[in-house]
Structure formats: structure tokens, C-alpha cells
């Protein structure tokens, strides 16, 4: 750290600097308040979808004999083609929001297939999307995250270091310029009688 200078032109640099970081401390903190906010809604809302691809999974328990039919669900009957997600922002963060996604069936041969092979696919689409809108949830409030931890860091600065040292430093410089003037003015005072004395 530069050392401190004792001068008026520091003390207004020093001035200017506390305004400043008393100017963009409460936007920091509506900031940090809004991140907060925005992670409880996030945390409801995955709590909310886990909730209910449990239920699925449970559910969908009961196909899992069906799936072990040798040749009858395999693979290549069910592709992701395509992730449709859009960039939105919260806080001034850049998230990513699921919209939808698109699947690729595979032709399949309906009378050598079972009958439940095309529920089965529903349903598979059904869980996919599910984990594809939970793993998007997840990375915003990943990102949101991320952003509250260094906004937080930020509001610590400016309350408990940048903002107390700006105090201190212009309290520290009108001191030492106050006791600067008040010399000045004993050294014009002793300066004067001695003329007298002399005169």
C-alpha cells in the first residue's frame, strides 16, 4: 500500500474516494438482496422438480423389466436432436433458461415392437427433459451463486476496509494539517514579538 500523503490535495482524493464508496455501497447490497432472492426461488423451484422426477422414476420402476427385453429398447430408438435454451439475466448475470428440447425417434417396426415401446419413448422424453430443465436450473443458480460470493466479498470491502480507511485517512490528514496550521500560527506569533522585541 502507497503511503499516505498529509496533504489537502490527498485529504480531497481521499474525500472523493469515501463518496464514491459510499455511493456504490447500497447498489451493492440491492445487488447481493436480489442474488439472495433470486437463489431462494431457484432452490424452491429445483426442490419442486426433484420432487416430481422422483415420482417419475418411481414410477417409471415399474418399465424397467420391460427395458431389460433384449432388443426391444435400444439405444438408437431415442436422440436428444436439440437443446433449445435461451441467455436471459438476473442481477446482471448471464443465465441460461430452458425452453425446450427436441428428440429424434428412430423408425421401429410396430408390429415386431411391443405396444408399450411407444409409451415407453414418452415417457423416456418426459425424464429427459426433466434433467435437461434441472441441469439448466442448476447452472443459473451455479452462476448466481458465484456472482452473490464475489458481491459479498465486495460489500465486506467497502464496509469493513475501503470505507473505515477512507475515514481514517482524512481524519488522520486534518489532524496532522490542523496541527500544521495551528504551528503556523504559533511560528507567526513568536515570529511577531521577536520583531517587536527587536523593533
Known sequence: MAKLKLTKNEQKKQKDSLKRFQRYL?????????????????EIRIQELWRIKEWMEENFN???AVFAEEGVFTPDILQITKLITQ?????????PIFKNVEFETARYDLVEKPLWLDLAVNYMKDILSFDLE?????EQQRRLRKELQTTS?????????KIPEAKAN??????????????AVVRGKISKRGMEKTG
Open 170 to 183: 482524512i481524519k488522520k490528514i486534518a489532524v496532522y494539517l490542523g496541527d500544521q496550521q495551528t504551528a
Open 134 to 138: 434441472l441441469q439448466c436450473l442448476e
Open 87 to 95: 441467455e436471459g439475466n438476473t442481477a446482471g448475470v448471464p443465465i
Open 153 to 161: 466479498q465486495r460489500v465486506n470491502l467497502f464496509e469493513k476496509i
Open 62 to 64: 415399474e418399465w424397467a
Open 26 to 42: 447500497p447498489t451493492l447490497m440491492l445487488k447481493k438482496q436480489q442474488l439472495q432472492a433470486e437463489i431462494r426461488i431457484l
